[in-house]
């Protein structure tokens, strides 16, 4: 049975079919994300935190940086500590760095709603 419109003042109605279920196409269509850059541009900075900190902790280890007392003693005290915080702040900027890379090429099964948002 087709619907037919009926005019009601000045506003047109229309019936609903009898086989609609209440529901339509625009209800499932989804905004494109939005781009998050405040967490892109944090997640850039640890990573390049982390970097100098890998790089410093490493030339520290090797010995490039600070006189040694003695051969025993490579200030390992201060080398091991660098070197932890700066895997520490170093993965969690790559990682948000690599889903914003992926979502920006368009992979499948990576997206910009999986970078956390400072919104509030």
């Known amino acids: 049975m087709p619907a037919r419109n009926v005019v009601s003042g000045r506003v047109g109605y229309s019936r609903v079919a009898s086989d609609d ?4 196409d625009l209800q499932f269509k989804r905004s494109p ?6 967490a892109i541009a ?3 900075v640890l990573f390049l935190i982390g970097s100098l900190l890998i ?9 490039y940086f600070g006189v040694t007392v003695s051969i025993r003693n490579r200030h390992s005290d201060r080398t091991v500590p ?10 969690p900027g790559i990682y948000h760095l690599r889903i914003a890379y992926y ?4 992979y499948r099964g990576y997206s910009y709603d999986d970078i956390p948002d400072f919104d509030d």
């Open 33 to 38: 994300p939005k781009v998050p850059y405040k």
């Open 55 to 63: 790089i410093i902790g490493s030339l520290l280890l090797a010995g």
């Open 103 to 106: 979502a920006s090429r368009g």
């Open 82 to 91: 660098v070197l932890i915080i700066g895997i520490l702040v170093f993965l």
């Open 42 to 44: 944090l997640a850039t």
């Open 21 to 24: 279920d209440g529901y339509i």
